[in-house]
Every structure is written in structure tokens, then in C-alpha cells.
């Protein structure tokens, strides 16, 4: 039997890579320098990785980025005031706080202070709220936007078909809902949301035309699962123990994968599907604070 | 057979007026006198006929109300200058739209020009974004929560049941989604929300434990599309040409109410099930805005 192909993030997100660096030299053509600032608190070595692997990727589409590192014990008060003062500046487009954060700063507070205009992210309830109602003007969230693309690029037909998403995270399952039933091109699906509470489960994913586990259950998603000829996307990302691996840890997705290809039409591998698709929405969404910013 | 039982808005309206006007002389008591401004802009009986049901309603509860009125020419911004001065006067608790609005008007703006802590409609994006996170400090648009309401009252298990929402309108089909899909209490359900491009909708509905119709035509969830003893909600509003009817019209729900009592365990009348909820809601949404603008 005919395996699966492959939904190769990382192929396309060097495309988009291209895309998003052609914008920039034309953005600076006309004077403007997109700029983005990261944010990062305390020492929390994955997201000290994150922001590194960001801010890369920012330099080689020519993104100005700026990281502003501050101690574990920052107050509340301190980050607030920082972002007031990015938010205000012109010359900053985009402003990220990575996640998670120290318990005593509140996320909520902290992803309503970040300048709608500047939220490359997609975090801010308005951004959201506006997604939810189809607009255009506004940023949606990275890994949604991303799983969307990766399907686009590989024509992978979204209109009409049965979606299933498993998990309701804020930042994946619910958005990436929100985006795939709008009335619109590339979207138009029959929208499933499944989760902890469900039942039947594996009934439900089964029926999926396109079938996208973000659940971050470690090969939680198994042959019977999946409907054959069904396109999967594995959004999970889960450390489990590895002897064999230097770090002792390896990163495994909730899709098992060897498995799925087997019967799947199109499969992401992960690592190398979803995550670098997220990357690259993220540097496209700062081009697009950029453009936007213009009177 | 056995039929259907009535899940009876009007009853249960009538409750939450109850508990809505207590709340208000709490309220009182403190001296605080909640109030809601209708705004209303040129002749469409329709909409004259809701906001006067509106006041009426307010009026029994003890809300404090005021109508707008408008010419069918009002500019963008004189309505905007208007709502800027409402959304700053700290006597005023809720402010309302009667929609729709003339097409010189932009109803995308005017939902954005409405403080949100105003906003009991629950329209503005910021409100809509909040939903979809799961905060409770905001407004939830009114049919979504009223339908929840009235599930609620009727001890209608919710949590891991079959959610299919007929239609995504962003008034209702998309927040009622955004809704019961959250992990809480009287929601964590299953939800899929099929629209016009659907395919299976037949099939879809039938899955249903709970079945929301909401697409607005007249009569179509029909016998085969309900699985038996399911609970079926019935949002739709269509005029259809009825020559008995003195006004030559009569209002019609999405759902073949005589059809379908005979083998659901739960259905809506309509009128007289959603529609009554709603305006209870709003009510209700006013209270929380007088009581969420204290310090």
C-alpha cells in the first residue's frame, strides 16, 4: 500500500521564509524597518531556546528584533510598564511575551496590555473575538494560521470537509475552530471540537476527512483512529525518555506516526511540520503589523 | 409515543425577570440605579417593535431605559460622537444597537465604538475574544447564553453530550459554539457547527444529543433529522405568507415543531422558547454591567 506524503513544515516554511524577507526589502524600500521585540522573564531554559530560534529566523528575513530579558521576580507593574512604553513607540511593530510565565504575573493582564496593532501573536480577546466574526484586520494566532497554510500550499482541500480538532487550547483548538468554520476560501469546514470530556472519541475522528491532534498526548492518535486516506496534522509536542537521545528526552508528537502513514493520504512529520509553519506565520504577522502601521 | 416536553422560554423567562428586578433593588439599596440606552436608527418597524419590547421589559425589572432615535441619514459619526459620550457617562450601564443599520453605516465600527464593560449585547469583539478564552469578566451575546440558560434550568446534561449548532452566524451559531465547547460547567460538550457547506447534514444532526437550529429557514430540520428521545432548540426566525393571519404573515421556526415533539424528549416552542431568553438575558447582562461598574 501507498504511504502517505509528506506536509513538510519545514520545506514551506522556508518558502514563506522567502515571501516574508521580499516583503521586508520592499517595506524598506519605502523607509520602514520592521521591528520586533521579545519578551522573556526569569530562566526557564525552553523558553530561552524559543526566543533564541525567533529571533534568528527575524535576522535572516531582515527583521529588526530587539529581546528585552527580564529577572524572575519582575512585577507586574514593571512588565506593564515596559509594554506601555513599546506600545506607544513607532518605530515597534510587533511585541511577543513568551509564555509560560512566572505564577505571580498574570498572563491574562499581561496578553490585554500588548497593543492589539502590535500582537503578532494572536493572543489579545480582541484579535480573537475578531477572528471569531471572519474579519481581516487583525492578527490571528501563529499555529492555527500556520496548520492552515501548510494545507493551502499542499492544496489540500478544506471547503466542505469533515475538520475534527482534538483539544480546545486557547492558543490551538479553539482558534484553529474558529478559523476553519468562517465563511471563506480555505476554510468552510464542518467543524468537530473534541476534547477530555468527550465520548466517543475515537468515533468522532475516525469520520475526519482532516484530522488535527492538539492535544499534547504522546501518541495519543493511533491507526484506528484514523479514517484511510484521511490528512493528519500533529500539533502535540511531548518529551518522553530516551536513553539513547544526549539530552535523555525525546520529542514526540500525539500522533503515531509510523503507524498513520501507513493509511493517511497526508501526514505532518514532527518535528518539521506544524512547528516551523508557527515560526513563520509569526515573522509574516509582524510584516503585517508593519504594513498596517502605515497611515 | 410519549411527546416531547416543552422547554418553555416564556416560563423560564419569567424566572430570570424575577431574579433580574431583586438584583435591581439590590442594587437600589446601594444607591445605584442600573440604565440602558437603546440607540435606533430610521424607520424599520422591526426594529422599533424590538427596542419597544426591550424598554417594556427593562421597565418591569426597574432598569432605568432611553431610546435613541436617529434619521434614516444620521452620519457615521454623529452616532459615534454620540456613543462616546454614553460610553463615558458613568450613569449608564448598558448601552444597544438595534440592529440592522442603515448601509451607510458601518455596524463593524459602531460594535467596536461601544465600551466593552457597556456592551450588554455581548457584540464587541473584545467581549466575543473573552468568551472564546473562557473569562467570565465580560458579556456573552445573548441568544448563546439564554439557550444555556434554558438547558440549565431544565437540568439538561450538557457536559460530554453531542453538540450540532445548524448555522455560524456571528450572533449566534459561532459564540454558541465558542460556548459550550469551554470546560465548564453546563458546557463541555462535543460541538460541530454545519452551515451551507456542509456536507451530511442530515447525518450530522442525527448524531445529535443536543440539536441547535439556527440557520434561519423556514422548517428545515424535518423528522429525519432528529435521532430519537434528542433535545431539540430552536432558534430560527421566517416570516412565512399566511393569508389567516391578520398581519398576512406568521413567524416560523427552523424546526417542524409538530413533527419533531413527537420523537425528541426536549423541544423549544418558537415562538415562545429562545426568544423570550434572550431579552432576559440582556436584562440580566445590564445587571452585571451596573454591577461590574462599581469599584
Not at 31 to 54: A, Q, T
Not at 145 to 151: A, D, R, V
Request: aromatic content about 6%.
Amino acid at each position: 500500500m501507498e504511504e502517505a506524503q509528506l506536509l513538510d513544515g519545514r520545506y514551506v516554511a522556508g518558502q514563506i521564509h522567502r515571501e516574508t524577507m521580499e516583503a521586508v526589502q520592499r517595506l524598506r524600500r519605502k523607509g520602514i524597518l520592521p521591528c520586533v521585540v521579545f519578551i522573556r522573564v526569569g530562566n526557564h531554559p525552553p523558553s530561552e531556546l524559543y526566543v533564541r530560534m525567533k529571533q534568528k529566523k527575524a535576522q535572516e528575513v531582515g527583521i529588526q528584533s530587539e529581546v528585552i530579558s527580564f529577572p524572575e521576580d519582575v512585577s507586574q507593574k514593571e512588565v506593564l510598564d515596559n509594554l506601555n512604553r513599546l506600545n506607544l513607540d513607532p518605530s515597534i511593530h510587533g511585541i511577543l511575551v513568551q509564555l509560560p510565565l512566572p505564577s505571580h504575573l498574570s498572563e491574562k493582564q499581561i496578553a490585554l496590555a500588548i497593543n492589539p496593532k502590535k500582537d503578532i501573536d494572536g493572543f489579545h480577546p480582541l484579535n480573537l473575538g475578531k477572528m471569531l466574526l471572519g474579519e481581516k484586520d487583525c492578527f490571528y494566532p501563529c499555529t492555527p494560521l500556520g496548520i492552515q497554510e501548510l494545507l493551502k500550499r499542499y492544496k489540500i482541500e478544506i471547503e466542505g470537509k469533515e475538520v475534527v480538532i482534538l483539544g480546545r487550547s486557547n492558543i490551538v483548538g479553539k482558534p484553529l475552530a474558529a478559523l476553519f468554520l468562517q465563511k471563506s476560501k480555505y476554510a468552510n469546514a464542518t467543524v468537530t471540537v473534541v476534547h477530555s470530556f468527550s465520548q466517543n472519541i475515537k468515533e468522532h475522528c475516525r469520520q475526519a476527512d482532516i484530522l488535527i491532534a492538539a492535544m499534547g498526548k504522546a501518541r495519543f492518535v493511533t491507526r484506528d483512529f484514523v479514517k484511510p486516506k484521511a490528512v493528519v496534522v500533529d500539533v502535540g509536542v511531548s518529551r518522553i525518555a530516551d536513553s539513547s537521545s544526549p539530552q535523555g528526552y525525546r520529542i514526540v508528537g500525539d500522533v503515531d506516526f509510523d503507524e498513520i502513514k501507513k493509511i493517511a493520504s497526508w501526514i505532518t512529520p514532527n518535528p518539521g511540520g506544524v512547528g516551523p509553519m508557527t515560526i513563520a506565520m509569526l515573522l509574516a504577522n509582524t510584516v503585517k503589523a508593519a504594513e498596517l502601521s502605515q497611515p
